[in-house]
C-alpha cells in the first residue's frame, strides 16, 4: 500500500499560522534540500500568496514561482485555483481565466488545485479546459470539493459530484475540509463511498487541526484507501495548520505504508524552519492562539479564521457581547443562504450576516456580498435559499439563470496592458494587476523607479537575523488587520425593508 505526502509548509501552512507573511528569500537555501524529500508535491503558490507577494513583502509572486522552479527541479509544484475567481474574490471572464492558467504552468506549476467555494462546477470548467491546454508532460488537473456538512451533503451527494468531476475530465480528486470538521467515521464512509464510485482515480484529503480531529481523520482516511493526505514540516504545524509531516510519515511507516518520504531529509527541512517560528512567535506575528484547538467549529461549523475574523469585527463594534448570540446565528445564516461551504468568501460572508443581524435585527441590513449572492453572482447554491429572504432581499429582480461573467467584457487584459503602459513589462505584470490593481500597480511603480534610480528608500528597519525573523518591515497602518487565515476587511450595507 502506498500514500503520499503534500508538503504545505510553503503555502497553506504558513498562511493558516503566519497569514502568509514567509518571504521567498526566507525559504530559498533549503528548497534544494526539499527536492530530495520524496514529497508527492509540493504546495507553493496560489491561494492568499499572491496577493501577500504584492501588498507585504515587496515580491513578485511570478518570480518567487520561477526562483521555486529552479530550485525544485524534481518536484511537483502545486497551486491552489479559485476557479473562476483564480485568487481573488470576484468571477474574471474566460479570457482571463485561460492566460492566468496560461502563465502559471509556464512559469512552473505542475499541480493546479481547482475548487469553487459553492462547489458549482460551471465555475471551474475552464480552468480545467485552460489546464489541460496548456498541460505539459507533468501537468496535473486536480478537481477540489469545498467540504462541509449540512442535511443536503450526504456522502451520496459528495460521491455524485465525484462521478462528475470524472466526467469533466480531472486527474485527480481533493476533499478540502477547510474548518477541519470532518470526523475519523465520516472520512471513513465518504472515502470509501468515493473509492467505490471512481475506481483507481487519486483521491487527496486536506483538513486543519482546528478541532482535534485531523490525525485521526486521516488514519481512517488511509484505513478507507486514501492516496494522498496534505502534512506540514512539524514546527509549522498543528492549530490552524496541517498535522505534521513527520509524525504522519512515522505512523503510516510502522503501519507498513510506502510514503516515498527521506526521514532524513524532512528532519533537516524542520531544522531549517524552526528558528524562523521561533523569530515569528517573538514578533507576534504568530499568534500563540492559531496553535490551539477550536471545538467550537465542531457544532457552528466555523473555520478558526472566519471566528477571528468575527471577534475582530464585533471589538470594532464595541459589540462583544452579542459573540455567543452571532455563533447561534451562523447556522441560521447559512440555511437561509441555502447552506454554502464556509470557505473564502462566504466565510466572511456569512460571519458579517450573522453579526449585523444581531446588531442590527435579522436582515434589517444585507450587505452588498449577500445581496449579489442572492441574485446569483456567485452561482449556484447547494441548496434553495430562503425564499422569503429572497423577495425581501431582491423585491422584483430575478436570480440571473448564467454565469455572472457571461455577460463580462472580453477585453479586460489588453484593457488592463493599454492602462499600464510602460509599467508592463511582461503579460506576467498584466495579470498581477488584473489581480490585485492597487497593490500590482504600486509594485510596478516601485520596480520602475529602482531601474531608473529614482526610488528612496524610506528607511524601513533593518531585517533582522534569521533566527529571530519574522513580517520584513513595518506594517503599512492602512493594512488590513490579519488574524490566523483571517482577513478583517469592511463591508458596505443596504438597508432592506
Not at 106 to 113: A, H, L, Q, S
Not at 215 to 221: G, I, L, S
Not at 398 to 426: H, W, Y
Request: proline share 6%.
Amino acid at each position: 500500500m502506498r500514500v503520499q505526502l503534500t508538503e504545505t509548509i510553503l503555502r497553506d501552512a504558513n498562511q493558516s499560522l503566519i497569514a502568509t507573511r514567509l518571504p521567498y528569500s526566507v525559504y530559498e537555501p533549503i528548497l534544494s534540500k526539499m527536492d530530495q524529500a520524496g514529497y508527492y508535491s509540493i504546495e507553493c503558490w496560489g491561494g492568499a500568496t499572491f496577493d501577500t507577494c504584492l501588498r507585504y513583502l515587496d515580491e513578485d509572486p511570478w518570480e518567487r514561482l520561477r526562483g521555486l522552479r529552479r530550485n525544485l527541479p524534481n518536484s511537483r509544484l502545486q497551486m491552489l485555483l479559485r476557479g473562476q475567481n483564480l485568487l481573488g474574490y470576484k468571477h474574471y471572464p474566460d479570457s482571463v481565466v485561460k492566460k492566468f492558467v496560461e502563465l502559471s504552468i509556464k512559469n512552473g506549476i505542475d499541480v493546479i488545485r481547482i475548487f469553487d467555494a459553492l462547489n458549482d462546477f460551471r465555475n471551474i470548467e475552464v480552468a480545467l479546459e485552460a489546464t489541460k491546454e496548456f498541460a505539459t508532460e507533468k501537468t496535473i488537473a486536480s478537481g477540489c470539493i469545498s467540504y462541509t456538512q449540512s442535511p443536503v451533503h450526504t456522502v451520496e451527494k459528495y460521491v455524485e459530484m465525484c462521478k462528475e468531476l470524472q466526467r469533466m475530465g480531472f486527474d485527480t480528486i481533493c476533499l478540502k475540509d477547510m474548518a477541519g470538521t470532518m470526523s475519523p467515521f465520516e472520512a471513513d464512509s465518504l472515502i470509501k463511498g468515493i473509492k467505490d464510485a471512481i475506481g483507481d482515480m487519486p483521491v487527496i484529503l486536506h483538513t486543519h487541526c482546528t478541532t482535534g480531529m485531523a490525525y485521526m481523520t486521516y488514519m481512517k482516511a488511509v484505513d478507507a484507501g486514501i492516496d494522498v493526505i496534505d502534512t506540514a514540516t512539524s514546527c509549522f504545524s498543528g492549530g490552524t495548520s496541517q498535522p505534521a509531516t513527520e509524525t504522519m510519515f512515522y505512523a503510516l511507516e510502522q503501519m507498513g505504508i510506502e510514503t516515498g518520504i527521506d526521514e532524513k531529509v524532512i528532519k533537516e527541512v524542520n531544522d531549517f524552519f524552526k528558528p524562523i517560528k521561533e523569530g515569528y512567535i517573538k514578533d507576534g506575528t504568530l499568534n500563540p492562539k492559531s496553535l490551539s484547538t477550536d471545538s467550537q467549529a465542531l457544532v457552528y461549523k466555523v473555520p478558526g479564521g472566519m471566528l477571528s475574523n468575527m471577534i475582530a469585527n464585533l471589538t470594532d463594534m464595541r459589540a462583544m457581547d452579542k459573540f455567543d448570540a452571532a455563533l447561534v446565528e451562523i447556522p441560521k445564516v447559512r440555511a437561509d443562504l441555502g447552506y454554502p461551504p464556509l470557505v473564502t468568501p462566504m466565510s466572511q460572508m456569512v460571519g458579517t450576516q450573522a453579526v449585523m443581524n444581531c446588531i442590527a435585527g435579522p436582515y434589517k441590513a444585507v450587505s452588498k456580498e449577500v445581496k449579489a449572492y442572492f441574485r446569483g453572482e456567485y452561482g449556484n447554491p447547494p441548496a434553495p435559499v430562503n425564499p422569503e429572504l429572497a423577495k425581501q432581499i431582491l423585491g422584483d429582480e430575478a436570480p440571473i439563470d448564467c454565469r455572472a461573467v457571461d455577460s463580462a467584457p472580453t477585453t479586460m487584459f489588453e484593457d488592463a496592458r493599454a492602462k499600464l503602459g510602460e509599467l508592463a513589462q511582461s503579460d506576467e505584470d498584466v495579470m498581477s494587476y488584473i489581480c490585485f490593481p492597487n497593490q500590482a500597480e504600486e509594485f510596478l511603480k516601485k520596480r520602475q523607479a529602482k531601474a531608473n534610480g529614482t526610488w528612496v528608500d524610506p528607511a524601513a528597519p533593518k531585517a533582522p537575523a534569521r533566527e529571530t525573523l519574522g513580517t520584513p518591515g513595518a506594517m503599512p497602518a492602512a493594512a488590513p488587520q490579519v488574524s490566523g487565515n483571517a482577513v478583517i476587511y469592511t463591508v458596505s450595507c443596504e438597508q432592506v425593508s
